[in-house]
């Protein structure tokens, strides 16, 4: 959602409010660029401690065989 463009322009909007003393559009620059930067992080580590494993019931099947699948999902 905010892109490196996104992250720059508020950066560019947030230095423009403190030039012209504007602080309502401060606050909203400062806001906008706070949920960017934690939708950043978040979306870089939210998986990390996340563990996931598969089994399958033969090594090799002919076509037409029937393999069970076992999934396994930790969440640490």
């Known amino acids: 959602m905010f892109g490196s463009g996104?992250?720059?322009?508020?950066?560019?909007?947030?230095g423009f409010a403190v030039l012209v003393r504007e602080t309502s559009l401060f606050l909203l620059a400062?806001?906008?660029?706070?949920a960017a930067l934690l939708s950043r992080l978040w979306e870089r580590h939210c998986l990390d401690r996340i563990d996931y494993r598969r089994r399958f019931s033969q090594i090799r099947a002919q076509y037409g065989e029937t393999v069970e699948l076992e999934i396994e999902i930790v969440n640490r």
């Open 30 to 34: 400062l806001v906008l660029l706070v």
């Open 6 to 14: 996104m992250l720059g322009f508020l950066l560019v909007l947030l």
